[in-house]
């Protein structure tokens, strides 16, 4: 007889549990802490700067900076008007007309710049009459067309308006003619299989295709917007955050130039936030966002 050996016993595996996911609270928080991380620590070099009175290079003196808490000062008296100066309670006011010369010189440009750009970048010939055009006037810096503005429109709002509208109009136009251009031939193919018409395809195939293009030159476009701004509201107007800071230049009130800028900064990170979601829903969802 042969004796037989036991197997050894099987040793237990020990699965560890995958971590869990994270909520959204924690993620909303991670999200805001990237957001707001690098603002705070430059606010805090800007009070290190101030208090200490350091020489910056390039000439920059802090001495002659007001601090953030003074800055923030400033804002809270241009927006509730708890102060005796002029600037009291205007803020509103001032932010309100930019927006609105922002709005109409953004909505026009991009009211000629996508459905210009899509036949450009879709017909030989609409891109062989304009594309020399366009390479011409779009190396010509906006401020090479305000005095021309101010002696042909005047002062006032349109002028203003038709700065912005030069500023955006061309990101808008290269975009969209780059994503017009890349459009799946397939997809037209497709399209014309099914017996969508030529000029229908430019709605069904052609913008949805080129949309992540047109947003990204749409954003841009909205950015140049806001800088432009402060250029068309330097001469001749008497209301706009522009203004404003041009006002505080006169009176050397840098609290109330840099109180305006800050101003502008969160009216255009605001509108841009807007933007994106408003194509998000126009699009429907869809990944056409960067």
Same mark, same amino acid.
């Given at each position: 007889?042969?004796?037989?050996?036991?197997?050894?016993?099987?040793?237990?595996?020990?699965?560890?549990? #995958?971590?869990? #996911?994270?909520?959204?609270?924690?993620?909303?928080?991670?999200?805001?802490?990237?957001? =707001?991380?690098? $603002?705070?620590?430059? =606010?805090?070099?800007?009070?290190?700067?101030?208090?200490?009175?350091?020489?910056?290079?390039?000439?920059?003196?802090? &001495?002659?900076?007001?601090?953030?808490?003074?800055?923030?000062? &400033?804002?809270?008296?241009?927006?509730?008007?708890? /102060?005796?100066?002029?600037?009291?309670?205007? @803020?509103?006011?001032?932010?309100?007309?930019?927006?609105?010369?922002?709005?109409? /010189?953004?909505?026009?440009?991009?009211? @000629?710049?996508?459905?210009?750009?899509?036949?450009?970048?879709?017909?030989?010939?609409?891109?062989? @009459?304009?594309?020399?055009? =366009?390479?011409?006037?779009? $190396?010509?810096?906006?401020?090479?067309?305000?005095?021309?503005?101010?002696?042909?429109?005047?002062?006032?709002?349109?002028?203003? %308006?038709?700065? %912005?509208?030069?500023?955006?109009?061309?990101?808008?136009?290269?975009?969209?003619?780059?994503?017009?251009?890349?459009?799946?031939?397939?997809? @037209?193919?497709?399209?014309?299989?099914?017996?969508?018409?030529?000029?229908?395809?430019?709605?069904?195939?052609?913008?949805?295709?080129?949309?992540?293009?047109?947003?990204?030159?749409?954003?841009? /476009?909205?950015?140049?917007?806001?800088?432009?701004?402060?250029?068309?509201?330097?001469?001749?107007?008497?209301? /706009?955050?522009?203004?404003?800071?041009?006002?505080?230049?006169?009176?050397? &009130?840098?609290?109330?130039?840099?109180?305006?800028?800050?101003?502008?900064?969160?009216?255009?990170?605001?509108?841009? &936030?807007?933007?994106?979601?408003?194509?998000?829903?126009?699009?429907?969802?869809?990944?056409?966002?960067?």
């Amino acid at each position: 007889m042969t004796a037989t050996t036991a197997a050894p016993a099987a040793t237990p595996v020990r699965v560890t549990p #995958a971590p869990a #996911a994270p909520g959204k609270a924690a993620k909303y928080a991670k999200t805001f802490a990237n957001m =707001v991380g690098l $603002p705070i620590v430059l =606010v805090c070099l800007w009070a290190l700067a101030v208090r200490g009175q350091w020489q910056l290079p390039l000439g920059v003196d802090m &001495r002659f900076v007001p601090s953030p808490w003074a800055v923030l000062e &400033r804002l809270w008296d241009l927006a509730v008007g708890s /102060g005796a100066e002029a600037t009291s309670g205007s @803020l509103w006011r001032h932010t309100a007309a930019s927006t609105l010369r922002v709005a109409n /010189g953004f909505l026009i440009a991009a009211a @000629l710049a996508i459905p210009l750009g899509l036949l450009m970048g879709r017909i030989k010939a609409v891109n062989s @009459l304009f594309d020399s055009t =366009v390479s011409l006037l779009r $190396p010509v810096p906006v401020t090479a067309w305000a005095p021309l503005a101010l002696l042909l429109i005047g002062f006032g709002d349109r002028s203003t %308006i038709f700065l %912005i509208v030069i500023a955006a109009f061309f990101p808008i136009l290269l975009n969209t003619i780059a994503g017009a251009a890349t459009v799946s031939p397939r997809l @037209l193919e497709a399209a014309a299989m099914l017996g969508t018409p030529t000029w229908k395809s430019f709605f069904t195939v052609v913008l949805p295709s080129a949309m992540h293009s047109i947003t990204a030159g749409l954003r841009v /476009g909205l950015g140049l917007s806001w800088v432009v701004l402060v250029v068309g509201e330097t001469v001749g107007i008497r209301t /706009g955050l522009g203004a404003l800071i041009t006002q505080a230049r006169d009176m050397s &009130r840098t609290d109330i130039i840099i109180a305006g800028m800050v101003v502008i900064g969160l009216a255009g990170l605001l509108s841009d &936030r807007l933007l994106t979601l408003g194509l998000r829903l126009l699009t429907r969802g869809r990944p056409t966002l960067t």
